[in-house]
């Protein structure tokens, strides 16, 4: 009795990993199941699946295992060089935020999180003018790297590590535009625009052969 036993062949491993670590023999052969371990970096988790292509061909998922950061493919799957990508997941933190306004909101969340980029509109109340500038507290501790530009603070999500307090006043008041639409009248002084609650005053002359209207 002959008791054949197939040829054994070897093939390539290559790994693809972003954000995690892959470790395993960089071989595989025909004679045994190969096995590859994931291991998360710092601020990240495991992905709940991973890709396999053998041979230029992605594996189905049923084709192997993946569980536990093990990657286990099949002996009979192994027909050619193998590359395993891997994505790790980012934790997302989430964070308190608190606005203190006078005269002023906010349409900012009272959360945030180092996954999505923050931001937040300052409305003024009736009569007032955006804020010029705001101030933010990151962790309990004075924190500047922000944009703030036309009344819309933007904090970048990589940037956010702690609990945010925003502070923001105005108490210049907002000007209005004047328009007039004269017919027979010309006006000699006043201004064209007005700040909120302060009292105007603009003094117009009848044109020649003109009289002086009823109401204006």
């Given amino acids: 009795t002959y008791d054949w036993t197939p040829p054994v062949t070897e093939y390539n491993v290559t790994f693809k990993p972003t954000n995690v670590n892959i470790s395993g023999d960089a071989k595989a052969n025909t004679g045994e ?44 799957k192994i027909t050619g060089n193998i590359v395993i990508t891997a ?15 006078t005269n002023v909101t906010s349409t900012g969340a009272d959360k945030a999180n180092d996954g999505a980029d923050y931001v937040a509109t300052m409305v003024p ?20 790297d922000y944009t703030y530009a036309d009344g819309v603070l933007t904090i970048k999500a990589d940037k956010i590590t702690g609990d945010i307090v925003i502070t923001a006043s ?9 328009e007039f639409d004269l017919v027979g009248v010309v006006k000699n002084k006043g201004n064209e625009t007005s700040s909120h609650g302060q009292p105007y005053s603009s003094t117009l002359a009848l044109a020649p052969s003109f009289i002086p209207p009823v109401e204006v």
């Fill in 87 to 101: 994505v790790g997941v980012k934790n997302i933190t989430e964070y308190d935020v608190t606005f203190n306004g």
């Fill in 33 to 76: 199941d190969y096995t590859a371990t994931l291991t998360a970096v710092t601020g990240y988790s495991l992905p709940t699946s991973v890709t396999v292509t053998v041979g230029g061909t992605t594996l189905a998922a049923s084709a192997y295992t993946y569980s536990g950061g093990k990657v286990t493919i099949p002996k009979a």
């Fill in 125 to 144: 109340d009736a009569g007032y003018k955006v804020p010029s500038s705001v101030t933010v507290t990151m962790g309990g501790n004075p924190f500047a």
């Fill in 170 to 178: 105005t108490n210049e008041a907002a000007d209005y535009n004047i």
